[in-house]
Nanobody
Framework: QVHLVESGGGLVQAGDSLRLSCAAS????????MGWFRQAPGKEREFVAA????????NYADSVKGRFTISRDNVKNTVSLQMNSLKPEDTAVYYC?????????????????WGQGTQVTVSS
């Protein structure tokens, strides 16, 4: 079981930037694709971004394309989500996730392990 710990959430204003990070506990970090999901109050958890095991392939939800960037550091066992031009509708709890190495988890059913989540609140 891989233990994931997110950090970097907070309260920002619309148009601001925020960077989320997720640290994984296992040395076999490169065996996994990684991803980010989010869940707003009263809504289902939704896919945000994913990256494959070596960082060559990324996927994004249409709602964040051009604003968010996912990246990973296989030396530090971390995955990050750079969020720019934030909007109030980006407000949610953001979860780090582990999935298939080829493309990462692009849907929730592909996730094999979740982090505890970090709150992102964007005020208008």
């Amino acid at each position: 079981q891989v233990h994931l710990v997110e950090s970097g959430g907070g309260l920002v204003q619309a148009g601001d930037s925020l960077r989320l990070s997720c640290a994984a506990s296992r040395r076999t970090f490169t065996a996994y694709g990684m991803g980010w999901f989010r869940q707003a109050p009263g809504k289902e958890r939704e896919f945000v971004a994913a990256i494959n095991w070596i960082g060559e392939i990324t996927n994004y939800a249409d709602s964040v394309k051009g604003r968010f960037t996912i990246s990973r550091d296989n030396v530090k066992n971390t995955v990050s989500l750079q969020m720019n031009s934030l909007k109030p509708e980006d407000t949610a709890v953001y979860y780090c996730a582990i999935g298939p190495p080829t493309h990462g988890p692009t849907i929730a059913t592909l996730v094999t392990s979740w982090g505890q989540g970090t709150q992102v609140t964007v005020s208008s």
